[in-house]
């Protein structure tokens, strides 16, 4: 549906941000050195700089419910302002968001939606190679149709809140860094109707998640860091009673190690590999143990075309049955192109098999192809037009949980 087309409120978080020693990587994508070649000039007000910004997207999506068969397809509008302020100082830095985006469906209207975000960070430079810094942020969101964890049943789309806190520290020690970082997020799920008008418990599924990482690197030298990192994390549901309730409280851990690089001016990344497991509350769900890695390149090929690759295996939560969690397993890659200095063209590939965990036989399994292509054409540093095209396909061992879905979209972006 829409949502992969449009940016997760989530991913948009200006979250805790704290300095590290390494020099700032001079391998940029052709992307990101277009961005910045045509960046806006914001408004200057006192020692902040203010950046507003709003983009509208036309989507057509030809499956909007996601479903095997008996599909529905739907004229999306999306309408999403938002406005920045960045410090600008020496030392120190502050930073705040505020975002909205309206979904409008031509024919559809009970899947209309109205989401927003409110975040804030800041770093405190307490000395040199040490800093503090933590962020908070307020979001309201709402589920793609095709999420296996949304009750079918619901007549609308699940909707959220998320909150996050965060905190960090960071310390350079010559070649060696020391970083501790903290976070609590609380995930509230609105309750939902059936088309026949009976009542969804989505209450189920709230929960309190607390995480902890600290993370040792040592510099070889200016190319190379390695490092390693432990992650803590404890996941309370806040139901503890009532019908429906399962309890699905679980505490987790990983341990990896891995490598930074930033080679030949050229190619930079992070590659990792370790373990992870989750524990959970109740007997009748099976722990998980796995080994885990991943990591992200960036290769310029020339001055004009970079290819970005990445992998990431993590153990979810779900709330599906018998599952107690699933090992999902994502695999991507996107290649970048400066046909001009004003037109940017993509294209993209992924691969993710998620595959859930849990004493019963014939968990499910699903695999999910996805594919797109993009152009950008920047008209001067205030304005952007955008086409793509994105196509999904999910292969699920249960029944009625294949679909694929074609989304075309345009896009008008406007900031200053």
Avoid: C
Avoid at 44 to 56: C, D, H, N, R, T
Avoid at 65 to 86: C, F, G, H, Q, W
Avoid at 182 to 190: G, P, R, S
Avoid at 273 to 294: C, H, L, M, Q
């Amino acid at each position: 549906m829409q949502r992969m087309m449009n940016v997760s409120a989530l991913a948009l978080l200006a979250a805790m941000t704290v300095t590290t020693a390494n020099a700032q990587s001079i391998v940029n994508t052709a992307g990101e050195r277009m961005s910045a070649d045509h960046a806006p000039m914001g408004v200057k007000a006192g020692s902040f700089l203010i950046i507003p910004k709003a983009e509208v997207d036309v989507t057509h999506s030809d499956n909007i419910y996601a479903t095997t068969n008996n599909t529905e397809s739907d004229m999306i509008t999306s309408v999403r302002p938002e406005l920045k302020a960045k410090s600008n100082w020496s030392r120190h830095a502050l930073n705040a968001m505020a975002r909205y985006e309206a979904l409008r469906y031509n024919d559809n209207r009970s899947e209309n939606q109205h989401n927003y975000m409110l975040a804030a960070d800041g770093r405190v430079d307490v000395m040199r190679d040490t800093s503090i810094g933590g962020g908070v942020s307020f979001a309201r969101d709402h589920e793609d149709r095709g999420n296996p964890n949304s009750n079918a049943s619901n007549s609308k789309p699940v909707e959220y809140t998320t909150s996050i806190a965060r905190l960090g520290a960071y310390r350079g020690l010559g070649r060696a860094n020391v970083r501790f970082d903290t976070e609590a997020k609380k995930l509230d799920y609105k309750n939902g109707y059936t088309s026949a008008g009976g009542f969804v418990d989505n209450g189920l599924r709230d929960r309190d998640e607390y995480t902890n990482s600290l993370r040792l690197g040592w510099q070889f030298d200016p190319r190379f860091e390695g490092f390693v990192k432990g992650t803590m994390d404890t996941r309370n549901y806040k139901r503890d009673s009532g019908a429906g309730y399962v309890n699905r409280g679980n505490n987790g851990s990983s341990l990896v190690a891995g490598t930074t690089f930033d080679v030949s001016g050229k190619t930079k990344g992070e590659v990792f590999a370790g373990v992870v497991e989750r524990n959970y509350n109740n007997p009748t769900f099976k722990d998980i143990s796995e080994p885990t890695w991943g990591g992200k390149v960036t290769w310029n090929f020339s001055e004009l075309t970079s290819v970005i690759a990445g992998v990431d295996r993590t153990i979810e939560e779900t709330t599906i049955g018998a599952s107690s969690g699933y090992v999902s397993t994502a695999y991507t890659a996107k290649v970048e192109h400066a046909l001009t200095r004003d037109v940017l063209l993509s294209g993209n590939v992924g691969y993710t098999e998620n595959e859930y965990k849990g004493t019963a036989a014939n968990q499910r399994q699903d695999d999910i192809i996805s594919a797109g292509v993009g152009a950008d054409y920047y008209l001067g540093k205030n304005f952007k037009v955008g086409a793509g095209y994105t196509y999904q396909d999910r292969d699920s061992s249960v029944n009625s949980g294949d679909f694929d879905r074609n989304m075309l979209m345009l896009r008008l972006t406007a900031t200053y």
